[in-house]
Antibody, heavy 119, light 107 residues
Framework: EVQLVESGGGLVQPGGSLRLSCAAS????????MYWVRQAPGKGLVWVSRINSEGSTTSYADSVKGRFTISRDNAKNTLYLQMNSLRAEDTAVYYC????????????WGQGILVTVSS | DIQMTQSPSSLSASVGDRVTITCRASQSISSYLNWYQQKPGKAPKLLIYAASSLQSGVPPRFSGSGSGTDFTLTISSLQPEDFATYYCQHSYTIPVTFGGGTKVEIK
């Protein structure tokens, strides 16, 4: 069974940092492209970042470029999102998701983790 | 970026009704269109990919159609467990973008 479990969320002050983790199991993590998607309270889904299976290619939404860094440890079957210079508008539930093959569709999602940026 | 516009933003329907949700892309995306279902407090779930292919385990009352810029998601006979919010997403290029969602509520 495919499982994605996010951790590391919580309350952080504006300008602060947080690192999210996503522990993967039940599939070949090292062969899968992975994604982060976020959802502000009561709002829709917004793509944040993507990383290829080797970790050599990454992409970011303009809203987080230069502040967030996606990475992965294939030996630990874990995906990360380092979030720096956090703003109130980064407040959201963050989901990790698996890409299906080389497509940009997301076939399995974690349960999500809440990040709240507030003083 | 490719903009995805869903309509309606919400609808009320009864169990057994046929429901259709529309998604329009700001440029042609061929058949690179996916549909997700999200229930309150839960993660999205992939229902339809490549515009019309049913994801494994999804009931056949869900179907998708369209290509180019106009797409539809149809639920042939609405069931109690189908009350949720539905999102379209293009997978044509990065950045992928989602529609604003359609909330299906009980009439």
């Amino acid at each position: 069974e495919v499982q994605l479990v996010e951790s590391g969320g919580g309350l952080v002050q504006p300008g602060g940092s947080l690192r999210l983790s996503c522990a993967a199991s039940g599939f070949s993590f090292s062969n899968s492209w992975m994604y982060w998607v976020r959802q502000a309270p009561g709002k829709g889904l917004v793509w944040v970042s993507r990383i290829n299976s080797e970790g050599s290619t990454t992409s970011y939404a303009d809203s987080v470029k230069g502040r967030f860094t996606i990475s992965r440890d294939n030996a630990k079957n874990t995906l990360y999102l380092q979030m720096n210079s956090l703003r109130a508008e980064d407040t959201a539930v963050y989901y990790c998701a698996r890409g299906s093959g080389n497509s940009y569709r997301l076939d399995y999602w974690g349960q999500g983790i809440l990040v709240t940026v507030s003083s | 970026d490719i903009q995805m516009t869903q309509s309606p933003s919400s609808l009320s329907a009864s169990v057994g009704d046929r429901v259709t949700i529309t998604c329009r892309a700001s440029q042609s995306i061929s058949s690179y269109l996916n549909w997700y279902q999200q229930k309150p407090g839960k993660a999205p779930k992939l229902l339809i990919y490549a515009a019309s292919s049913l994801q494994s385990g999804v009931p056949p009352r869900f179907s998708g159609s369209g290509s180019g810029t106009d797409f539809t998601l149809t639920i042939s006979s609405l069931q109690p467990e189908d009350f949720a919010t539905y999102y379209c997403q293009h997978s044509y290029t990065i950045p992928v973008t989602f529609g604003g969602g359609t909330k299906v509520e009980i009439k």
